[in-house]
């Protein structure tokens, strides 16, 4: 299908630089160059265009990948690389029901909503109206609204849900909320929780054995990319390191669990 008005193009520059942009009317400037955004209507994804300064652009067709990456962000993102596994681990997919705590910019939202499909739905609680507010226009971009239920308020005690398929807790003090996971989650269903430092790790082990969870593990997630000199292939001078802890665990009889690791 060709390019209209409304829809989101990559633009990938000749210096590797790259722009996730919604066709408009109106026209880009790059340090080095500009495009007018309305005539990529009518073409097609992987053309190439030239700016005003013949410098040339790849229309690329954006991944759900570039839309995290781009997301507009008041706080510190759930990166790509600790996504996969997130989504891996609670099983998120068609028709589940996914419930998360803490919203932040939205990129992990928007990767539940984008895999629960139409039959499925994500509950995200989120206490600051700045992020539940931008967290909803990041979502839009893919439009994924009707799938997410947002709420505007911090839990202490419990969850509105019960019987849910997957937990996810992204707050400064997880091991609170550790209980009120419990109740909401199926029989046997999983939890996950992101936490910066490893005394956040060592609360939240001790509330997760203590209120009945088991299969339990902590990771940390690296991502080196290579150069892609085909004749001096070699690691990048950087890398994503740490970005993050992630502790999953799934649900099990109210007692305290004998696999203390």
């Known amino acids: 299908m060709s390019i209209k008005k409304g829809d989101y193009v990559l633009l990938l520059s000749e210096d590797g630089k790259t722009y996730l942009l919604e066709v408009k009317e109106e026209r880009f400037h790059t340090h080095k160059d500009c495009v007018f955004l309305g005539d990529l209507i009518g073409k097609d994804y992987g053309e190439v265009i030239t700016g005003k ?5 790849y ?11 781009k997301v507009d962000r008041l706080t510190q993102i759930i990166y790509p690389k600790d996504i996969g596994y997130i989504l891996l681990k609670l099983g998120v997919g068609p028709g589940k029901t996914v419930l998360e705590c803490g919203c932040g910019s939205g990129a992990l939202t928007t990767a539940f909503a984008y895999m629960v499909g139409d039959s499925g739905k994500v509950i995200s609680y989120e206490k600051e109206e700045r992020f539940l507010k931008l967290a909803q226009k990041n979502i839009s971009r893919l439009n994924l609204s009707d799938r997410v239920e947002f709420k505007l308020r911090e839990v202490k005690d419990a969850f509105d849900e019960s019987e849910v398929d997957a937990v996810f807790l992204d707050v ?11 109740n909401a989650l199926k029989a046997g269903a999983p939890i996950g929780i992101l936490v910066p430092t490893t005394n956040q790790i060592s609360l939240t082990l001790k509330e997760l054995f203590t209120t009945g969870f088991a299969q339990v593990e902590v990771v940390e997630i690296l991502l080196r990319k290579y150069k892609t000199n085909p004749e001096r292939i070699r690691p990048e001078d950087r890398m994503v390191a740490h970005t993050g802890f992630l502790i999953f665990a799934k649900k099990v009889k109210n007692e305290r669990s004998s696999d203390t690791g």
């Not at 300064?53 to 652009?57: A, I, Y």
């Not at 229309?59 to 990456?69: G, N």
């Open 53 to 57: 300064n013949n410098r040339r652009f």
């Open 172 to 182: 400064k003090e997880p091991w609170i909320l550790v209980k009120p996971a419990w």
């Open 59 to 69: 229309v690329l067709r954006p991944t759900l990948h570039d839309f995290l990456i």
